[in-house]
């Protein structure tokens, strides 16, 4: 079967590998359809992935058919049937593990980073990662993972109806916690330096968009949340700037969410955390559940996939898309990669 492999940081091919043995009892095949390129993907084909080792067939965001069931595997994830699935595997032994916060295992490999990914015809899962949707075209379900990253901020925030919500970068993570946070019926108020990222934050569900390079940020800020700042606020950019400014502007009593990675350290006026009472908190990959609430907001229509999805190419031009993608990062919001000869 056909797969594409990474072999350094620019370097990829398409091989011809052995087709994967017959999955065991509680494993299925799935016959990959389409595959998202993620962020991550980007970072490795970059030389900026820390975590990846080569040679790697990357891809983790998933739309498949199961293909061949094992024997223990329950009869909803029979073979024809259309699944995405948790990309991420545990150890099962760390502190997060035996908590069941297998999202935040210390061990964590995902898909395409610490072993092979979906970028190839087949592959063997555990039927307990799968999740199914058949109310969802292939497009939008190979869109679920990678909102979920953006929801696990909203549940690790708490985020509940009558919460205003700021969210700091509407990159592909931030714009999946401004639809969630939506989703849960709270007033969103979008940040960024872009105005097409803005734009798209308001299709997701931001009632307000704040652009970041603009006069008096704070005190517009300040207007739009009652005077008294956010009850959450989402850092999904990375820079110290930012990370600061969650802490800065929250509400008293608030909650802040961390899922961007500053590069360098940041200092803070700690003197926030103790007056306001502050939750921190981090907020890392996804749950199960993270999964089930970004299938229902799919379904409900509310989420413009149409408008996310920039470019879809054959799996023999992969390489090709991340290049361009890598040359100029702002030009492309999601590509996906066509698996399947006819899907
Ligand atoms: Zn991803
Ligand atoms: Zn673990």
Redesign the pocket.
Known sequence: MRAFYLDAPGQYRMADIALPEHPGADEVSLKVQLVGLCGSDLNTFSGRNPLVSFPRIPGHEIAAVVAEAGSNVPEEFKPGTAVTMLPYF?????????QGR?N?????ETLGVQRDGALTEFVIAPWTKLKKAPALPMETLAMVEPLTVGNHAVTRGRIAAGDTVLVMGCGMVGLGAVAGAAFRGARVIAMDMDEAKLDLARRCGAQQVLDARGESVLERLKDLSGGEGPDVAIEAVGTPATFRMAVDVVAFAGRVVYIGYAKEPVSYETKFFVQKELDILGSRNATPADFDEVIALLESGRFPVEDVVSLVVPLEQAGKALQRWSANPASMRKIMVKVAASS
């Open positions: 545990n150890c099962g032994k760390c502190s997060a593990c035996r297998l935040a295992c210390r061990n964590n």
